[in-house]
């Protein structure tokens, strides 16, 4: 008979054709199962092909419970990597922060501290006696190509929803040193304006944090807008409504406005390809295992998968005839028996492997060796010190 390398197309896909480990494998492969089957005694009605077809599906589950685990560990440090033509397949990645910083970005939006997006100053032209102005209708874009326009119409069509208003500037100017009312006033000015070391005349030397002039000012700038000044707003809907209502030249002009559009996911303030990159499990760029890097325990779950397939496939072909006649008796066919048998022996193989393999994701490696080290520490108080002169740590 011809061998697995002699034969056209042995194999529907052709994933491990080219594979010498597999072709050595797959021509063993057609006598282990037929022995198991019993075609020594009754023959057994499978070809050399369909034999070879299960052996490819076999390894092809291999390949995907042992892609499924790492896909589970693995797949927060490669989203948004290219899917272009590479193959993270029996590769070990870097632990990245990417996933997390990524996650973390809306939060330094909010705080305007940086994040994927960008606010824009606008402005609204008070009036006279109005009080009431509306955010969509009123503001107007500042500067740029678009300025004078109102803001909420130049936005692209899709893109029009609810604006966020970042900062309003309508308070009192406050001198700029009321806030510095520490006893470093002196020795600040004279370090900053004349170049001298931070010290007085009475030789008392001063070394103040400058997070303390910092904390200070946002008190004092708090209180004095509060306490002091009758210049104050609310957002109320749409509507954006000043005290007190604008009738001096002092109150009218301009009253200026940070605005930020709302927040599209896929179109961020700068260009990012990772968007089209690795997004999911469906496309984490892996292929088949290569038969030859499959270790011996590997392979022999993959010949027992072989097996449970040929059955199943066996009790198909007899289920098409349950009896078939002979001289005086009929002759009745286990079909329905080798097919129920198959699927047993396929779904214990499936769920002993994900059981193995959910123990083998990292997190449940981190938590074993963690466990491990935490046992090892307890041993070692038990060590007794040799002639008292050691010192155990643990």
Request: a negative charge.
């Amino acid at each position: 008979m011809p061998s697995f390398a002699n034969t056209i197309s042995p194999t529907p896909f052709g994933f491990f054709d080219s594979d010498n480990t597999f072709q050595q494998e797959a021509d063993g492969m057609v006598t282990f199962v037929k022995r198991k089957l019993g075609d020594d005694v009754l023959s057994v009605e499978l070809t050399r092909k369909e034999i070879w077809a299960c052996f490819e599906e076999a390894s092809c589950e291999y390949s995907r419970l042992i892609h499924e685990t790492k896909i589970s560990s693995e797949l927060t440090n490669v989203l948004g990597l290219s899917t272009g033509s590479q193959d993270f397949t029996n590769k070990y990645a870097q632990q990245t922060l990417e996933f997390l910083l990524r996650k973390a970005e809306p939060y330094a939006t909010e705080a305007y501290i940086g994040g994927s997006y960008n606010a824009t100053m606008c402005y609204v032209d008070l009036v006279n006696g109005q009080q009431d102005y509306d955010i969509y209708s009123d503001v107007k874009v500042l500067s740029g190509s678009a300025a004078g326009q109102v803001y909420h119409s130049t936005l692209e069509s899709g893109s029009k929803g609810k604006l966020k208003i970042v900062e309003i500037f309508h308070f009192e100017p406050l001198a700029a040193q009321t806030f510095l009312l520490n006893a470093s006033n002196v020795t600040n000015f004279l370090a900053t304006n004349f170049n001298y070391e931070s010290y007085v005349n009475s030789t008392v030397f001063y070394v103040l944090p400058i997070f303390e002039d910092v904390l200070r000012r946002g008190m004092l700038e708090s209180a004095f807008r509060v306490r002091r000044s009758n210049f104050s707003y609310e957002v109320l809907g749409s509507k954006l409504r000043i005290y007190p209502i604008p009738t001096t030249d002092l109150q009218l002009g301009k009253l200026y406005i940070k605005l930020m559009p709302p927040h599209d996911p896929y179109n961020p303030l700068y260009t990012d390809d990772s968007i089209y990159g690795i997004s999911d499990a469906s496309n984490f760029p892996l292929g088949n295992l290569p038969f030859r890097s499959i270790n011996q325990p590997g392979r022999q779950w993959i010949r027992q998968y072989t097996l449970a397939l040929c059955k199943e496939l066996l009790g198909l072909i007899r289920s098409k005839f349950q009896n078939i006649p002979i001289p005086n008796a009929d002759l009745q066919l286990n079909g329905e028996a080798l097919v129920s048998q198959g699927r047993e022996d396929k779904d214990k193989l499936i769920t002993q492997m994900k059981e193995f393999l959910a123990n083998m994701t990292h997190s449940k490696l981190l938590e074993s060796d963690a466990l491990a080290a935490e046992n090892l520490n307890k041993q070692l108080r038990y060590i007794p010190m040799p002639l008292g002169k050691s010192i155990t740590i643990g």
